[in-house]
Each structure stands twice: as structure tokens, then as C-alpha cells.
T-cell receptor, first 111, second 114 residues
Framework: GQNIDQPTEMTATEGAIVQINCTYQ??????LFWYQQHAGEAPTFLSY????GLEEKGRFSSFLSRSKGYSYLLLKELQMKDSASYLC????????????FGDGTTLTVKP | DTEVTQTPKHLVMGMTNKKSLKCEQH?????MYWYKQKAKKPPELMFV???????INESVPSRFSPECPNSSLLNLHLHALQPEDSALYLC?????????????FGSGTRLTVV
């Protein structure tokens, strides 16, 4: 089966940097997504990592280590609007479209 | 057009009703998905269509019946649902089933079964 772990909640201060970790155990791993979901809204795509390393996209960066089954999402220069749930999701069984989401990390940004 | 459009946004139905949820995208995506999301829980995959063929059914009860009439449309037919089926139903699409460019989600249909 698939097992994905991420912290339930995190709190950070506006302007700071926060790192949200995700560990996974999965067979047939293909890649790892990060999504942002505001309360009552649909998830929005942030990043997709297939290879090891860091991918930077503006204030958000995502890192993957396939050998360690580990990823993190790094948010810089936090803004109040970054308060949301951050979902880690793994895809597996290449070409079949299978994916499993972690339970999500609720990030609260305080002034 | 970079959106996935879902209708209706809200639906209340009785346990003996038959209703359908609709999803549409015009991004040329060849994979489309149905997810179910309960409050404070992550989305759970229900069905995957790849090139208009059903490729994954995650052991979903038969009271949920998906249909992909063409590459832009995805329906979810509902019949004899239970109150525990009340949830947010999300449609998503991606360029292909590998999803390497991410999924684009619709805003969802909030379903209440009474």
C-alpha cells in the first residue's frame, strides 16, 4: 500500500521561511506533487518532482530524495495569504494515473 | 481556457434520486479524474479516464457510475446514494495519466445526501 506522512499543523510568522516535510513509502513510485488548498476551495498545483533535487519556483521550492522517500516544500517570505492546507501527493503505477494524497499540513501564518 | 468547470456547485439529493455531476475542460488534457473529499481530509481518488477509457476504478460502489462521452467531458452518475456519500466531489484533468505537469482541479460539487 501507500503511506504518506506530513505534520498536521504548522505556524509561522509573516515574512519568515517555513519548511513542510513529507515522507512516503510506496511501491512503483513515479513522482511527488505538492498542492495548496484554501478552505472551501479546490487544490491548486504547486510543484511536481520526479528526480532528486531542488526545484525552485518563485517563493516556493520543492525538494525530493527518492532514496530516502522524503520531500519538503519550502515557502519563503511568507504572506498571510499563504495560510492554507498543503497536500503532498505521490503518483505511482506509471501511465495508470494512480495517486495518493497525504492528510495535508495546515499552515497558519501570523502577523 | 485553463479551467476545469464543474456543475452544479451544490447539490442536495434524496437517497432515491438519480442525479449527475458534470465536468468539462478544453485544455486538450487526455486524462480526467474524479476525487471525493470529506471535510478536513485529503482528496481520495475514485476514477481515472485516460484517452476516454476508464483506466482506474478504486473499488468505488456501483451507485457511482462514471462516463466519459468525449475527451472534454466527464460525468458522474449518482443513484441510490447514502448520507455518508455527502462530500465535495472534485474533477481534475492532466495532460496525460502520468500527470507530470500537475492536475488542474475544478472547484467541485458539494453534495449533500438527505
Amino acid at each position: 500500500g501507500q503511506n504518506i506522512d506530513q505534520p498536521t499543523e504548522m505556524t509561522a510568522t509573516e515574512g519568515a521561511i517555513v519548511q513542510i516535510n513529507c515522507t512516503y513509502q510506496t511501491s512503483g513510485f513515479n513522482g511527488l506533487f505538492w498542492y495548496q488548498q484554501h478552505a472551501g476551495e479546490a487544490p491548486t498545483f504547486l510543484s511536481y518532482n520526479v528526480l532528486d533535487g531542488l526545484e525552485e519556483k518563485g517563493r516556493f521550492s520543492s525538494f525530493l530524495s527518492r532514496s530516502k522517500g522524503y520531500s519538503y516544500l519550502l515557502l519563503k517570505e511568507l504572506q498571510m495569504k499563504d495560510s492554507a492546507s498543503y497536500l503532498c501527493a505521490v503518483t505511482y503505477n506509471t501511465n495508470a494515473g494512480k495517486s495518493t494524497f497525504g492528510d495535508g499540513t495546515t499552515l497558519t501564518v501570523k502577523p | 481556457d485553463t479551467e476545469v468547470t464543474q456543475t452544479p456547485k451544490h447539490l442536495v439529493m434524496g437517497m432515491t434520486n438519480k442525479k449527475s455531476l458534470k465536468c468539462e475542460q478544453h485544455m486538450g488534457h487526455r486524462a480526467m479524474y474524479w476525487y471525493k473529499q470529506k471535510a478536513k481530509k485529503p482528496p481520495e481518488l475514485m476514477f481515472v479516464y485516460s484517452y476516454e477509457k476508464l483506466s482506474i476504478n478504486e473499488s468505488v460502489p456501483s451507485r457511482f457510475s462514471p462516463e466519459c462521452p468525449n475527451s472534454s467531458l466527464l460525468n458522474l452518475h449518482l443513484h441510490a446514494l447514502q448520507p455518508e456519500d455527502s462530500a465535495l466531489y472534485l474533477c481534475a484533468s492532466s495532460q496525460d495519466a502520468q500527470g507530470g505537469y500537475g492536475y488542474t482541479f475544478g472547484s467541485g460539487t458539494r453534495l449533500t445526501v438527505v
